[in-house]
């Protein structure tokens, strides 16, 4: 079965350092991976997506992720963070045997302090 | 492009009541979720169509929640009756072959009173 682990309900950084959300997975066979960010009373909206290639996946607004196979990650990034930045943020896999069925993780809210 | 549509955009109703939420997706996306997401939580599927046939509704309340997307384009998902705990933000999602990705609706916030 898959499933998606996010560990830190939150995540607290200083604007202009760098951030790191985490999350690790859990599906059979190859991930397609993906990460989307929530504003208050909005709907969710895609940051970016890991399907084969290269490790490193670079996204919209500066955000960037590591695919980590060996152990089994998907860290999201960035180099410095903007106040702006402060949201929820969702990992979410897939297999890719998985018929489109996705599975998200809890959660966790970035709160970035100027 | 325009987005996932998704009406009403917030909705306050009794328990025992009934509610309805619209949704209409990403022009040409065949396949379409309604999501549950419960304050501080993850989205949760509740169901899965391609074209108009149901993929997954194996989280789906069946007592009380039913969904329908019967030309195979926009679809509703009702919940009849409502209880307290199905307080939530439903989501509807469409999945775009092209891009590999769902793309979100703004969502309906239920409050069950």
């Known amino acids: 079965a898959q499933s998606v682990a996010q560990p830190e309900d939150q995540v607290n950084v200083a604007e202009g350092n760098p951030l790191t959300v985490k999350c690790t997975y859990s599906?059979?066979?190859?991930?397609?991976l993906f990460w989307y960010v929530q504003y208050p009373n909005r709907g969710l909206q895609f940051l970016l997506k890991?399907?084969?290639?290269?490790?490193l996946v670079k996204g919209s607004y500066g955000f960037e992720a590591e695919f980590n196979k060996s152990q089994t990650s998907f860290h999201l990034k960035k180099p410095s963070a903007l106040v702006s930045d402060s949201a929820l943020y969702f990992c979410?896999?897939?297999?890719?045997?998985?018929?489109?069925?996705?599975?998200f993780g809890a959660g966790t809210r970035l709160f970035v302090k100027a | 492009e325009a987005g996932v549509a998704q009406s009403p955009r917030y909705k306050i109703i009794e328990k025992r009541q009934s509610v309805a939420f619209w949704c209409n997706p990403i022009?040409?996306?065949?396949?379409l979720y309604w999501y549950q997401q419960i304050l501080g939580q993850g989205p949760k599927l509740l169901i899965q169509?391609?074209?108009?046939?149901?993929?997954?509704d194996s989280q789906l309340p069946k007592d009380r929640f039913s969904a329908e997307r019967l030309k195979g384009v926009d679809s509703t998902l009702k919940i009849q009756p409502a209880k307290l705990e199905d307080s939530a933000v439903y989501l509807c999602?469409?999945?775009?072959?092209?891009?590999?990705?769902?793309?979100f609706g703004p969502g309906t916030r239920l409050t069950v009173l």
């Open positions: 979410a896999v897939r297999a890719q045997n998985g018929g489109f069925k996705t599975i």
């Open positions: 599906v059979s066979g190859n991930p397609y």
């Open positions: 890991y399907i084969t290639g290269d490790n």
């Open positions: 022009s040409g996306h065949a396949t």
């Open positions: 169509f391609q074209n108009n046939g149901v993929v997954d």
């Open positions: 999602a469409s999945f775009g072959r092209v891009t590999d990705t769902q793309y």
